[in-house]
Nanobody
Framework: QVQLVESGGGLVQAGGSLRLSCTASGRTFSSYAMGWFRQAPGKEREFVARISWSGGNTYYADSVRGRFTISRDNAKTTVYLQMNSLKPEDTATYYC???????????????????WGQGTQVTVSS
């Protein structure tokens, strides 16, 4: 059974940085794309970033491009989201997710993801 566990969230001032981690278990991590999504209170869950199974292809939401970096360490079965220059509007619960299909690029569509973590809270104060 695939399990995803996020960590690294917390409270940070605007302009600060955080690094989120998502550790996977239950299958061959290196064969699958990974994605990060977030959901702010009262809003729908939205795409943040995704990384291909090989790590060679990444894509970001316009709202975070240039500030956030997604990466993966297959040896540690972990995907990261480095978040710099944080803004109050980045406040949300952040989720990692992975699809069923192997060897994909990943997707901006949350419906393409099968497995989800429990989320980690990020709060950015102004």
């Amino acid at each position: 059974q695939v399990q995803l566990v996020e960590s690294g969230g917390g409270l940070v001032q605007a302009g600060g940085s955080l690094r989120l981690s998502c550790t996977a278990s239950g299958r061959t991590f290196s064969s699958y794309a990974m994605g990060w999504f977030r959901q702010a209170p009262g809003k729908e869950r939205e795409f943040v970033a995704r990384i291909s199974w090989s790590g060679g292809n990444t894509y970001y939401a316009d709202s975070v491009r240039g500030r956030f970096t997604i990466s993966r360490d297959n040896a540690k079965t972990t995907v990261y989201l480095q978040m710099n220059s944080l803004k109050p509007e980045d406040t949300a619960t952040y989720y990692c997710a992975t699809p069923t299909a192997r060897y994909g690029l990943g997707s901006r569509n949350q419906n393409d993801y099968t497995y989800w973590g429990q989320g980690t809270q990020v709060t950015v104060s102004s």
